[in-house]
Structures are given as C-alpha cells and as structure tokens.
C-alpha cells in the first residue's frame, strides 16, 4: 500500500466531509433551497474574508477572478503599478496588458517581499494611476507581502488597491477592510480546502464606484452582473452548485476552528518545516515566508526535478517544484489548509529519505527531531510567521 | 419521505458513479497522473462531439464558452449574424455587443425554429460578416434549430459557424464536421449528466486560422494559451480537477451506451412527455420540439408559478419555468441526460396530480397511459424527433 499525500501549495487535500458533501444529489439553482445554501455561504465568505464587502463567487480559476480584477474598475489606456515578485504578480501585467491598459512594473527580485517604500515613490513618480495590484502569498516564491504596509502606502492617492490572496487566504494574517484593501481575489482550491473550480472577487465601496465607470469590456466576469444578482442570493449564470456545496461545509469547518487558530497553526506549521528543512542543511529561498508554503533551494549536486519525482512516484508525497526560471532550483512545501502536524512529519520524514537516497549528507531524522521541538512548545500567537 | 426528482432542462440529474468518482482525493494537475485522465477525457470528448477537432475544457458555466465562441474569432467593429430565438440567443448579440461586435439579429419568435432561408437572405444581404451564432436546442423555447441547413446556408460565404450545444448535446442528433460546424459550444451540466462547472469549446482548423487574426481582448477564456497546453494535455489554469475526474465517468457511460443509443433513448422520451401532456389537453409551445426538453403552455386560468412550485416543494419535483415574458405562461419538463422512462412516468403522474389539484378537468392516469403505449413501441432509429 502507498497512500497519496498532496503537500503542495494548492491544489491542496480536501477533506472528506468537503468531498462528500460536494457529492449531495444536484439540485437546481433557481429554487429557495439553493439560494437558502448560497446565502448561508455568502455570509461565511465575509467572515473567512474579515470584510464587510460582498465576496462574488465566480465559477472558474483563480486565474479568472485575477481578471475580473482588472476588467471590471479600468479603462484601456489607464495606467496601473503591478507589484511583480513572481508568476503570479507577473499574471496581473499580462491581463493589464491583454487589455490595454499599461502596467508600471514594480519588480522584485523572486524571494523578496515588496518594499513599501518602492511602491511610494512609483506612486509619487506616477499620479493617476488608476490601481495597484499586489499579492499576499506569492506562491511561486514562497513570500508574504506586508500587505498593511502596502495599504498605507496607496492610501490617500485615489489608487485602487487589488490584492491577490488567492494561495494566502486562511494562511497568513490578512485583514483588508483595515488593510485598505478594496478588492480580494480568491480561490477555492487553497486554504479554503475545496476542489479547484470556484474564484472570488471582494468589492469595496470605492471599487463598486469605480466598476460603473470602467470602460473595458466583459460578459461572464461582469462584477456589475454578479452584483445585481448577489443581494438576492443568486448568481448571473448557472454557478457550480456541487463546488459551493462542498465550499459551504468547508468554510463551515474553517469557522468552526476560528480564523485566529486557523492562522495560529498555519504559521506553526510553517515554522517548524522552516526550522526542520534548515537543520536538514538546506537553504531557505523566501525572505519573508508565508505560512502558506515553504520554499527551499535545491542543493547543489542534486537534481531537483528527479527529487521530486521520486518523492511523488516513489513515496506517494506530492509537493510542488519551481517555476519560470526556478525550475529544479527550488521545491516548495505546501502547508495549507486541511493540514495538521503530523502531515508535516511525514513529508519532512519523505524530504530526509529522499535526499538521502540521493547521495546528500545529512543525518536522517534530524529535522523531523526539529520540526516535533518545534510542535511540543506552545502554539506562538496568531500573527506573522516568525 | 419525499424523495427529490430533478426533471429540469439543466442542471440535471448526476448519477451516483459521477458524483463518487469527483469525490475522489484531489490529485496535482501538473502530474502524470492528472495527465493520464485529461488524456483520456479530451478523446472522449471528441466522440461525444463527434469532431476530429480538439474540444477545450474551460472551468466555467456555457456561458464562458460562449463569450469564449466570441472573443477568440472576432474583432472590435466585426458584424456578425446572431440567430435569436430566445434567451441563449439572445445572449450571443449580448456578449457581441459587449465586445463592440455588431451583431445582425436573426429575430426568430419564440417557439420556432429559425428558417434556413432567411438567414441565406440575411448573409446575401450582409457579405463580409465574418460569424453566424446560432444554438442547437434553445433551452428557453425547447426548439431545436435545423443545424444541418442552416450549415448549408453558411458554407461558401467565408463566414465562421459558431454553434451553442450546450443543452442539445448528447439528445439531439449533432455532428458538427459533417455540418459545417467550426465551433461548438457545450457545458458539463446538461446531456454530459456532470455537475455545473465545466464548459467546452471546439475549435476547427479554419476557426483556429481567425484565432490567429483576432483582436479581441482576451485572457482566462483565451483558446490560443488553451490550444498550446491541450497538445500536451494540460492546461494554462488550474483546471477544476474534481469535475474533470466525474466527467471522465459520465463520458465512459455515454460512450458505453453509444451515441446513437443515447439520441435514441431521448427521443423516446421527448415523444412520450410529448404526446403525454398532449393527451392531457395541454398544448405544446415549441414548433420544432428538441429531444432535450419539452416546453408546455400552462393552461388559461391556471397559475403556472404555483403549479411549479407545488411540483417542487409538495411532491419534490422540480421542472423549469419559463424565461423573460413567457415566464408563469410556459413550464419545460427536462428529459435530458441521466433519465429514463420512469423518470418521466413520474413527471408525468405528477404532473396530472398537480393539475388535477389546482382544477385543471382532466382524466388521472390518461397521460402516463399514453406514455406507456409510447414506451411499449420499439425505440425509433436515432434521428429528429417526431
């Protein structure tokens, strides 16, 4: 026998409770039963979101609410600041692109966080823009932005704040109503424990005032559709009633455990594969990790792609490589969402087997040793992975 | 016990194996494992469509392969004919319209199909149109249109066909290559008996020519990134790998009965419920009836909200209303997908009880009597309904 274990950063296990309920017989979405689960999810979206605003649901990938981020506040040719430390920061200067609106690139190297200051002076060099896009987690490199301090340095320049939470979500401590965050992006699939399928899209005061002036065009991401449709527990086009069904029993189960110590054992997690991987000999990639995954630098002399390959193969234990230009240079652990300690030892265990097997030195079991020191002392408070 | 019976034109029923099989633990799409059964989906796909073409996989309701039908051929101030003869329709000249494509409405009344002829006049009248949008069965009208004729009327004008399937696939006879058809339109939640959250996009050589030339804006729904990943079955996105999985079942079961059987089998039954509600002096409301649903006038004096509504919520079964103005005037029996004879004896015998209780005259029993002696004749061969 050889169990599966998905330790990626997304998709990531969902629960059996999530599976099955997502498994209920169909029901049709234009009845009082639907809308009855639609308006009991709507609410617990706001909760797990920490806003006031309506959270759309929209059927498709995170990729999808990303662009219904960008399509439904701009206008071709305004301007925009992208926040690009990775693939996904990178993601948002493509859409702008692909709709002509011109993206001022703030880039930063992968691995380290946004610096404030950078985006206040682009801000500063370049009044009128219309919006600032950023990313919480940026799954690619394993970092978190300070997402706060990114919030006041847009306040006050009438600059649109979108943020990316899509893999950060339910992982790291993210408050965007007062973060001055107006528009969230968000996905199923990640901390929100539910199969890939269902996107997110928070939308504040500000944005909705700005979504009756956008010029650009759209049809099945129209925010203004979803919103019409939103304050009667409905949606525009036929939503994927299975997914929300799951998504209802999961956020269920996220509230049930409470947002702070949901955070509270991300972070933990985080710091003990942080701290195991380290005594491993290994080199962390991230300055400034997420709870959400961990990034590692392969050793030199090892194949990282094979690495990995024979974990998944090999050993049942799925994490994720590098990507673009990181590809066999870095691996990333996902520690996020239906993800408890005991899921870290063993891909820590798998690590150490693995490496071992190809010909690295370390002493087996030492950084499965770390990562239980780390879990026998009391769970650190909720807050910023240390 | 009040067990519930979903006897709508979409969503419709999922068997059991399907919703077991997208309960099954979440896999990494970027795997061979998850390859190895998009492998196996897309062809199957192509049987079930009956193409040679490659059948994309977006994660979204139809309606975002519909807007997909649009941006990824067209350009802004293309004209473009838009037969519309009902909601869906309809929702071509919308997304056009949206994307500055001017659409030509073929405005076809309500409850019948669109004539070959006219539209021949209409492209005579209009060269340099660059796409005809037309739907095989309208889902609000229960028409189903005559695609081979109208492929006739297109073929030669240089124009790009582009045809919503959604609810017509797998119950209406289709075959999209022999008519002329470059672009198919579908959605999981319909005849391909899978839950709401998947929709398709076929894509011919010539319709893959005008992908290149297009200049609409595009990104999530784009089938140039769509196409490079199919070659290696795979996926720009994050595809909605649960959904994915149950499709491969219900595909595996379509094709285990095949095609013909299946378009057979709804014929069948859309004769049945057909002569059934005629039998209970009810009139039909579609000229051109569709395998896939079967559209009924409530009759006068008659309150057809409280009909549905005492179907749905007294004996647990719930057929469609109407949509736009023929809301409460009309009700559609769905006999699509994962339904039997004895699923419509049932929406039948509810039917007549319910009619009976809110004072409609009729003989208990008549209807489902007449079903039965249709069901008691062998199975016509695979073709148009009667």
Redesign the interface.
Known sequence: MKK?R?M?P?????PEEV??R??????????PQFRSILKGVNAKLKKVFDTRNPVLI???????AM?AGVVNFLSAGDRAIVINGGKFGGRFS??CR???VDPIEYNVEWGEAADPDVLKRLLKENPGVKAVFGTLCETSTGVVNDIRAIGEAVSGTGALLVIDAISGLGADEFHPDAWGVDVVVG?S?KGLMT???LSFLSISPRAEEMLKRSG???????AGSALRSYDSDDT????????IAGLDSALGMILDEGMKTVIARHAHMARATREAVREMGLDLFAKAPSNAVTAVKVPEDIDGEALLKEL?DGQGI?V?GGQGAYKGKIFRIGHLGNMDDYDIICVLAGLEMALCRAGFELELGRGVARAEEVFTQLPEKCGRAI
Chains 1, 2 share one sequence.
């Open positions: 599966n998905l990626s997304g998709p990531t296990p969902v599976l099955l997502a498994a209920s017989p169909i029901i049709h979405h234009r009845t929209f059927g498709s990938s995170g990729t999808g662009e493509e859409i692909g709709y002509n996905g699939q199969p890939p399928g650009l065009p759209k049809y099945y991401f129209d525009p086009w036929t939503p994927s009633i299975s997914l998944r799925t994720a």
